[in-house]
């Protein structure tokens, strides 16, 4: 028996070993690559923020649509890398990679109260390793630019900690997620209507309300900020219900319509994303059928299922919640997402080292078909996530209804 448990121990200690394979991989992509855009962009950000300061940029900037804590970071990753020899897309995509080492710590804490093994180690390592060579995780934060992977673990510890009843922590997890990326916003309803008494509510309110302390700092351009940050919904790229649009402009009777249909959408689709939210709140709410982790992983799959508008980073939102509950969806989604990505950036790619992808107009075909494949797995995780939870005829407990 000591033979035996010695061997489990060193089958896991071999599985994390390389999941560390998988994480250091991220650090390896941020620090020998520039990035796309977003990284070109955020330079330009640091340098205006070092001359003219944070507030001046809510007003002068338009493409400037974040919060003031990611702009400071931005300013500090600038004056690092004019006073050493660190290059300034690897500093800024530092949070990001780190968001992901703590989302597979997390992914780790949730599998690990859960029983069952594969080849004599459990599922938890098996977690940790699957989210760890996830391919899109690790071209959203090793690659493109961005904050969204660390905008995604905070929002994967809010529905965590309100899981395990700490609505005060659950607040407070949101508000750091909202000092990333406004996106989840639509989340602030969601859970609120989680509250179940008076006192939880106060304390997620004063949780939430803690955490966008920073914002205080832009308090003299908040009118700038707030109409920058509200009115930016994505680009109208090829993903989901808007390439269905936007692919059908050329046809003959329904090319007018079709014109009509994504501008419309693109403008408004995000009062249908609110309302799916709202409505996920009050249905959880009356009906309580699914864990707070599946409610996540609802919430942010369809945020992507019915986007009005898209950048390739959200990619990375579901894929915390989806390692979660459910790893196969989990690593065909990260797979499948990824390679969309990773055709993206090849396509916009300018040439030379180290590695930049310049987007400089709608993903050339055949590029978006690629993306209607994780798009149409989201599509069926929510219907069949929905309709699982109707059907169950009791509140689920918090770690059941996880899936290989």
Not at 24 to 39: E, P, V
Not at 200 to 218: C, E, K, T
Not at 386 to 391: A, I, T
Request: aromatic share 16%.
């Amino acid at each position: 028996m000591t033979s035996v448990q010695g061997g489990l121990r060193r089958g896991e200690i071999a599985v994390y070993s390389l999941a560390a394979v998988g994480f250091s991989a991220r650090l390896l992509l941020a620090w020998f690559s520039r990035g796309a855009n977003d990284a070109a962009l955020w330079e330009q950000f640091g340098w205006q923020i070092s001359h003219f300061g944070l507030r001046s940029l809510y007003d002068s900037e338009p493409w400037f649509t974040h919060p003031p804590l990611m702009g400071a970071w931005g300013f500090l990753c600038f004056r690092i890398a004019e006073a050493t020899w660190l290059p300034f897309p690897a500093l800024l995509k530092l949070p990001g990679v780190l968001g992901d080492f703590a989302t597979g710590f997390l992914v780790w804490r949730i599998w690990q109260r859960r029983s069952g093994e594969a080849f004599g180690v459990p599922w938890r390592a098996w977690a940790v390793l699957l989210y760890a060579f996830n391919l899109d995780a690790i071209l959203i934060s090793g690659f493109h630019g961005n904050t969204d992977s660390l905008c995604a673990m905070f929002c994967l510890l809010a529905f965590l900690l309100q899981a395990q009843g700490r609505p005060l922590g659950a607040g407070l997890a949101l508000a750091a997620s909202l000092d990333v990326k406004l996106l989840p916003v639509l989340c602030v309803p969601l859970l609120l209507l989680q509250q179940r008494r008076s006192r939880d509510a106060s304390r997620f309110a004063i949780g939430l309300l803690l955490g966008l302390v920073p914002f205080l700092y832009v308090v003299p351009s908040a009118g700038a900020m707030a109409q920058r940050m509200l009115a930016y919904g994505g680009n109208p790229e090829h993903w989901g219900l808007l390439a269905l649009f936007n692919l059908s402009v050329d046809l003959p009777r329904l090319g007018p319509n079709a014109a009509w249909a994504a501008e419309a959408y693109h403008r408004t689709g995000r009062y249908l994303l609110l309302a799916i939210f709202v409505g996920l709140g009050l249905l959880q709410r009356w009906r309580p059928r699914w864990t707070q982790l599946e409610l996540g992983a609802l919430a942010f799959s369809a945020f992507l299922v019915f986007a009005p508008g898209f950048g390739i980073q959200y990619t990375v939102y579901p894929v915390p919640f989806l390692s979660a509950i459910n790893l196969r969806t989990a690593s065909f989604y990260g797979l499948t997402a990824g390679l969309f990505a990773a055709t993206l950036y090849v396509a916009f790619w300018t040439g030379g080292s180290p590695w930049f992808s310049l987007f400089t107009g709608p993903y050339p075909m055949p590029v978006p078909l690629l993306g209607v494949v994780p798009w149409l797995l989201l599509l069926q995780f929510f219907g069949a996530t929905l309709e699982r939870g109707l059907r169950r005829s009791a509140p689920p407990f918090s770690d059941a209804y996880a899936t290989v």
